[in-house]
C-alpha cells in the first residue's frame, strides 16, 4: 500500500456490492472512501464511521511491520495467555467460539478507572442532531440513556439504560442493511412512551 493519508471522517455513500460475507480488503475500503468528499473538516463534528478502524489497523500495521492478527497475537493475547482467543482473518469463526447474545449494558464504571469512565461518558453530539444524541469512547447518549446500538446485513441491536432509574432496553431484530439500526427507532419510541422526559419531546 503507498502512502497512507488520513484526511477526517467520510460517508460511505455508494457501498461495495456484492454478498454480505464476501472479504472486502483495505485497498478496496480506500477506494471507497476516496469516491466521497468528507463531511466536515477533522474535529469539527462527529459522525461514527466503521471504515475508520480499518484504517487504524493499517496504521498499527504500518508502525509495527507485521498483519494485524500477528500483532494482535503477539502483543495481546499471548502475553495474557488467552490461548483460545484468536483474530480472525476469514468470515468463519474458528471452533469453539460462543453463541452470540445482547450482553447487559456496563455503564456504572466499575471495571474503569474513574479517568477512563469520566472520558467514556464525555459525548460529542452527532452533527445535526437537535436532541442530546452524542458519542463518546464508545458509548452512545440519548439524553440521559447510555449504550450502544448496531448493525450488520440482516440484523440489527441496542442495548441502553438509564442510570439514574436503572430502566433498561434491549432490543434485537431481523432486519438491517448494516447501515441502519432500526432497532434503535423502536427503542427511541419505547423512550417516548414509558420516559417522555427523556424521548424526543423532551
Not at 6 to 28: F, N, Q
Not at 41 to 60: K, R, T
Not at 64 to 92: F, K, M, N, W
Amino acid at each position: 500500500m503507498g502512502d497512507l493519508r488520513l484526511h477526517g471522517r467520510r460517508r460511505v455513500r455508494r457501498g461495495l456490492h456484492g454478498r454480505p460475507d464476501d472479504a472486502v480488503s483495505l485497498d478496496d475500503t480506500i477506494a471507497v472512501l476516496r469516491r466521497n468528499d468528507p463531511l466536515f473538516a477533522p474535529g469539527d463534528q462527529v459522525s461514527y464511521c466503521d471504515s475508520n478502524y480499518a484504517l487504524l489497523g493499517a496504521i498499527a500495521e504500518r508502525l509495527d511491520g507485521a498483519p494485524l492478527h500477528e500483532l494482535v497475537q503477539r502483543r495481546i493475547l499471548d502475553p495474557l495467555g488467552l490461548d483460545r482467543t484468536s483474530y480472525p482473518t476469514s468470515t468463519t469463526l474458528p471452533a469453539p467460539h460462543p453463541t452470540p447474545y445482547v450482553p447487559e449494558v456496563l455503564v456504572d464504571g466499575r471495571l474503569l478507572t474513574a479517568e477512563t469512565q469520566r472520558a467514556r461518558l464525555k459525548t460529542s453530539k452527532f452533527a445535526g442532531q437537535t436532541l442530546d444524541f452524542g458519542y463518546g469512547l464508545g458509548i452512545t447518549n440519548f439524553n440521559e440513556y447510555l449504550g450502544h446500538d448496531g448493525a450488520i446485513f440482516g440484523f440489527s441491536s441496542v442495548v441502553l439504560t438509564r442510570p439514574k432509574t436503572g430502566t433498561q432496553i434491549a432490543i434485537v431484530g431481523n432486519e438491517s442493511t448494516n447501515s441502519t439500526t432500526p432497532t434503535l427507532s423502536i427503542a427511541v419510541a419505547i423512550i417516548d412512551a414509558i420516559d417522555p422526559s427523556q424521548g424526543t419531546g423532551s
